[in-house]
């Protein structure tokens, strides 16, 4: 028998600090070790004793590629533990404020972390040397997005303009005119990023995990129900019932279990769940890149990305086009005791918080467990 080992100290274009440890025997890889490294940064702990309104904004700083996901998932899991339902006029312009974090957020992945390993550059500036056109689009898309998490969240990193129950301030519809025809003129830059990934060599290559995404009448985003592409759907409550998360040896990322099982979250997990309640214009795209109902190939996720990017505009055109100012910015949240759960679908996938809050209105224990592909540890 033949063995190797194959260890990348420092991974590049990703988020955080990892290593990569492969072993192979005879040529197949018979085990592989994703470490990272950067030591924990203990959010739910320092989380226990604050008030609770401050997880939104606390929370938010987790990520500065998706902050929006954690003052969503965590709103909604306050808002929960409160017994406060918010009103149908705000959770849109929540989820206007989502569409553009997952605007700026997929086309920074698909521009300038995926492309250029599918077009043979070491980066998005060597990439732009050759195919300025190609990059200039892409950030003309992520300037789109910007855009809009600027003008409801206050500013595009970390937003500021979230709060419980809604908003500290909401525009008037004059205000999101401008929004509509930036984003008109986006969608031919976002059916194109389509095209051209649709384009580049895929390996064969199928992941067999079981898929879990958030699940609703529409295309989930800001909320849902839990589905799974192997079971029933489950409420968002009994999560913990069925998710669990364990420590490795050689990680300080925890890895979590699905029932005892591996499983996949993120956009191809959403998108085979979900593709159905695709806007038409994406069913549309995802149709003409070859996109089936459902997608398992981790290498096209690129496409899924941009798919989602078209729907993100579309359905945020609709939202500006369907929007009266509400008659307040927030519903608000008196503090009480009780133990809520909330989640959304950031970028990378579902992200779900749980907060235990005292009849004094501070946190007793918080729960964060942000997107996985995951399975047990077997080594």
């Not at 030591?39 to 401050?54: H, I, N, W």
């Not at 008109?184 to 059916?191: N, S, V």
Request: glycine share 8%.
């Amino acid at each position: 028998m033949n063995t190797r080992i194959l260890n990348v100290g420092a991974l590049t274009r990703v988020e955080g600090e990892g290593a990569l440890r492969v072993r192979l025997r005879d040529g197949a890889v018979e085990s592989a070790e994703l470490n990272i490294y950067e030591p924990p940064r203990f959010f739910e702990a320092f989380l226990r004793g604050r008030s609770y309104t401050e997880p939104p904004d606390i929370t938010a700083r987790v990520c500065g590629i998706c902050p929006v996901a954690y003052q969503v998932s965590a709103c909604n899991a306050i808002e929960n533990a409160c017994g406060i339902t918010v009103d149908p006029e705000l959770v849109a312009l929540r989820r206007l404020l989502y569409c553009g974090e997952w605007i700026h957020s997929h086309v920074l992945h698909i521009y300038l972390l995926h492309a250029p390993d599918f077009l043979g550059y070491p980066d998005a500036i060597s990439l732009a040397k050759d195919r300025r056109e190609f990059v200039e689009r892409g950030l003309a898309l992520k300037k789109a997005g910007n855009r809009l998490m600027e003008q409801l969240g206050g500013r595009a990193i970390h937003p500021i303009n979230v709060r419980l129950g809604g908003f500290y301030s909401v525009p008037s519809p004059d205000e999101l005119k401008p929004l509509a025809e930036m984003l008109r003129h986006a969608m031919e830059d976002a059916l194109y990023t389509v095209r051209t990934v649709a384009e580049f060599d895929f390996p064969d290559a199928e992941l067999d995990h079981e898929l879990l995404a958030l699940t609703s009448d529409r295309y989930a985003i800001e909320n849902g129900f839990i589905a799974r592409s192997a079971g029933a759907a489950f409420p968002v409550a009994e999560f913990g019932d069925h998710v669990a998360e364990l420590q490795v040896p050689h990680s300080t990322a925890l890895h979590a279990t699905l029932d005892g099982g591996r499983f996949l979250t993120g956009p191809l997990a959403r998108y085979s769940l979900n593709s159905t309640t695709l806007s038409p214009t994406a069913r549309q795209a995802a149709a003409e890149a070859g996109l089936g109902d459902e997608c398992r190939n981790p290498f096209r996720s690129i496409i899924v990305r941009a798919v989602e990017v078209v729907y993100a505009i579309e359905e945020a055109l609709r939202i500006i086009a369907e929007y009266q100012r509400p008659s307040r910015p927030f519903v608000e949240v008196p503090a009480r005791a009780g133990v809520g759960h909330g989640v959304s679908e950031a970028p990378r996938g579902l992200l779900y918080h749980r907060y235990e809050i005292g009849a004094d209105g501070l946190i007793r224990a918080a729960t964060i467990i942000p997107p996985y592909i995951a399975e047990p540890d077997r080594h």
